[in-house]
């Protein structure tokens, strides 16, 4: 028990020796397997359970973790002058998950992971409308490529319309809606004010569509939807662990890790192998994303000028 404690003593001292940014690497490519692992669980039990199912149950075990928080908070968590706008995060995070989650269910985990990283293009131009940040023409730039490769994935013809690309691409549009409104939300209401109204109110919107296509899941089934949620709840620790710990610009690009995963565990799980296509629109997205993270790092170093936004890793 001495050694083992020794040992767990030296481990904790070299990881707190690591620079800042080598440990918020590490969280955010742990936070990207874990991300990429809820997303295959969903495509496995979507293929019998419907999607808003899943949703209600995952959005259950949240509150089973957050229940301890909002009691002991309550009534003030709740009280806030901009419920209205809270209304409108759940109402976009609804929308959100059921199309990003139709689309991981009936897509390449690789392909609708790689949409899904669009939604850093669409917050460029959310911040522009709604937030009044200034973009330069080379972010511009780098935003329109962005999204040539999505166009390269999804090929949008009379003979090639894929459903449920554009049912990601939606998603994407709304994580970005989600993640202005969270930036707006934040300047005023504690982070815990912002989860209670999300997974309470979320929870009630999606009972009535999940009852509506209810299908009883089997006791395996149950215990994979626990696992997606508890999943879930670790992966979103990782993240935050990641940006305590790391420079966002610096660490950012780790994120790019959940495509790979995704690869990965579509070939293994579900024997999906790429195309080209997807391959190709994925090193676009990826290099175009990696060029504006380039682009805000050296915005933030002139103080003269507003910092770019930088989008958390998800909704």
């Known amino acids: 028990m001495t050694d083992l404690s020794t040992r767990i003593s030296l481990m904790t001292r070299r990881w707190k020796a690591l620079p800042g940014n080598v440990r918020g690497s590490i969280w955010l490519m742990g936070a990207s397997l874990l991300f990429a692992i809820m997303a295959a669980g969903v495509k496995f039990v979507g293929q019998r ?7 209600f149950f995952r959005q259950l075990f949240v509150i089973m973790i957050l229940t301890p928080k909002i009691a002991s908070n309550f009534p003030g968590i709740f009280i806030t002058p901009r419920w209205r706008m809270h209304l409108a995060r759940v109402c976009c995070s609804f929308v959100a998950m059921s199309t990003g989650f139709t689309a991981i269910v009936h897509m390449q985990l690789a ?11 669409f917050t460029t131009i959310l911040a522009v409308l709604v937030l009044h940040e200034i973009v330069g ?4 730039g780098a935003t329109a490529v962005g999204f040539i490769g999505v166009l390269i994935i999804v090929r949008p013809s009379p003979e090639n319309l894929n459903e449920y690309a554009w049912l990601g691409l939606i998603s994407a549009v709304f994580v ?11 300047q005023k209401d504690p982070p815990t004010t912002i989860m209670a109204y999300q997974s309470l109110l979320l929870t009630g919107v999606l009972a009535p569509p999940a ?8 006791f395996e089934e149950l215990a994979l939807m626990a696992g997606i949620g508890g999943v879930m709840a670790v992966a979103q620790y990782a993240n935050i662990k990641a940006y305590q710990n790391g ?9 790019y890790g959940r ?6 565990l579509g070939y293994v799980l579900f024997q999906e192998i790429p195309s080209a296509w997807a391959a190709a629109g994925s090193v676009v997205i990826i290099a175009a994303g990696v060029y504006t993270m380039h ?10 000028h507003p910092r770019a936004p930088v989008p958390p890793p998800d909704a």
Not at 247 to 255: F, L, R
């Open 295 to 304: 682009r805000n790092r050296i915005r933030q170093s002139e103080p003269a």
């Open 111 to 121: 392909e609708a992971t790689a949409i899904s990283f669009s939604r850093g293009f």
């Open 247 to 255: 420079e966002t610009t610096a660490i950012q690009p780790m994120e």
């Open 49 to 55: 359970i419907p999607v808003l199912e899943i949703l």
């Open 137 to 140: 023409p080379r972010r511009w």
């Open 211 to 218: 009852y509506y296509y209810w299908i009883l899941p089997t």
């Open 176 to 186: 970005a809606v989600i993640m202005v409104l969270t930036r707006i939300l934040s």
């Open 259 to 264: 495509l790979l995963f995704a690869g990965f």
